[in-house]
């Protein structure tokens, strides 16, 4: 493996908005297979569940943001912020979803969920992160692929 250096790109630096709306839906499919394999009494199991759900909702925002010019490296500088005024306005998101996103990000849930299994009980509901899943995707989805 050789080392990164500034002569390297970074991962990524050259995908296209597109290209991470299909990453977003490879973590959207796996996400929606692990949900049906978790166990309702063992809130850990929904972890890998949970953070490849939240990974596609951040990969879709970052396709739009790609979509609309932003840097890749403004974009890694983001920090798991899934809550930008900018992906209200122009995806039309619910409002639920708006204040979803915002809590996602507030609460530090894509951490909780690799990181700190004695704070599983801080997730927000399934049903509400299946929600914002699906409305970002379509969304996001539509957005990158019409100029």
Same mark, same amino acid.
């Given at each position: 493996?050789?080392?990164?250096?500034?002569?390297?790109?970074?991962?990524?630096?050259?995908?296209?908005?597109?290209?991470?709306?299909?990453?977003?839906?490879?973590?959207?499919?796996?996400?929606?297979?692990?949900?049906?394999?978790?166990?309702?009494?063992?809130?850990?199991?929904?972890?890998?569940?949970? =953070?490849? *759900?939240?990974?596609?909702?951040?990969? !879709? /925002?970052? @396709?739009?943001?790609?979509? +609309?010019?932003?840097?890749?490296?403004?974009?890694?500088?983001?920090?798991?912020?899934?809550?930008?005024?900018?992906?209200?306005?122009?995806?039309?998101?619910?409002?639920?979803?708006?204040?979803? =996103?915002? *809590?996602?990000?507030?609460?530090?849930? !894509? /951490?909780? @969920?690799?990181?700190?299994? +004695?704070?599983?009980?801080?997730?927000?509901?399934?049903?509400?992160?299946?929600?914002?899943?699906?409305?970002?995707?379509?969304?996001?989805?539509?957005?990158?692929?019409?100029?």
């Amino acid at each position: 493996m050789e080392p990164v250096s500034s002569t390297n790109s970074y991962p990524g630096e050259n995908a296209s908005a597109f290209a991470i709306v299909q990453l977003g839906n490879a973590y959207y499919n796996a996400a929606m297979e692990l949900f049906k394999h978790a166990s309702a009494p063992d809130p850990l199991s929904f972890a890998p569940a949970r =953070l490849c *759900a939240i990974h596609a909702i951040e990969l !879709y /925002l970052n @396709a739009v943001l790609r979509h +609309e010019g932003v840097a890749p490296s403004q974009i890694r500088g983001r920090m798991h912020n899934l809550a930008d005024p900018t992906f209200f306005t122009r995806l039309k998101l619910r409002k639920k979803t708006a204040d979803h =996103l915002q *809590a996602l990000t507030e609460r530090r849930e !894509y /951490l909780i @969920a690799r990181y700190a299994p +004695e704070q599983a009980s801080q997730h927000t509901e399934l049903n509400r992160l299946t929600a914002t899943l699906v409305e970002v995707m379509m969304k996001a989805g539509h957005y990158v692929s019409n100029p």
